[in-house]
């Protein structure tokens, strides 16, 4: 049975309402938590893509990433969970590990389901909730539960 049902949570997922790129993160993180995603991305077989200004290079550790002069450019991770669906971690803070995903690209049940499991993935591998807003938003309507093992609700949809 999936995490989520589509038809309870579409309302989450209507750019018009949340957003076009909502806000996922990962709090109280470490570098060692980044190691973590790079690692499972690496393990995981998914497609990727690391990018320090426009040119695209092998992934380097974490603590090189995070490292970098204050005055660098913010190198992006783009992953490709799936072909169609594209999350860019943004190396701002080794404190918060955050990404975005494109709403447009999660219509559905199939793709809700790969979304519930790429943060079920992230989340297990970390120990830590995943957790998804509107884009500029603070407050999560959804996420992975480390205790639930899977992605819960955590505000109440929009009734369509």
């Not at 490292?67 to 490709?80: G, I």
């Not at 199939?110 to 993935?121: E, M, N, P, V, Y």
């Not at 591998?125 to 998804?132: A, N, T």
Request: charged share 25%.
């Amino acid at each position: 049975m999936p995490d989520l049902l589509w038809d309870e949570v579409r309302s989450f997922f209507d750019p018009d309402l949340m957003g076009t790129l909502p806000e996922v993160w990962v709090g109280d993180a470490s570098v060692e938590d980044w190691q973590a995603v790079l690692d499972l991305v690496e393990d995981s077989g998914w497609r990727h893509d690391y990018l320090e200004g426009e040119a695209v290079i092998p992934l380097p550790s974490a603590e090189k990433v995070l490292s970098r002069p204050a005055n660098a450019e913010c190198p992006l991770l783009r992953v490709w969970p799936v072909p169609e669906v594209l999350a860019i971690f943004r190396f701002l803070s080794d404190s918060v590990i955050d990404f975005d995903v494109d709403l447009r690209e999660l219509q559905g049940q199939k793709r809700l389901d790969i979304l519930c499991g790429f943060f079920t993935a992230i989340g297990r591998r970390l120990g830590k909730p995943v957790l998804m807003s509107g884009e500029g938003g603070v407050h999560p309507v959804l996420g992975f539960d480390v205790q639930a093992d899977r992605v819960v609700l955590l505000a109440d949809p929009e009734v369509s």
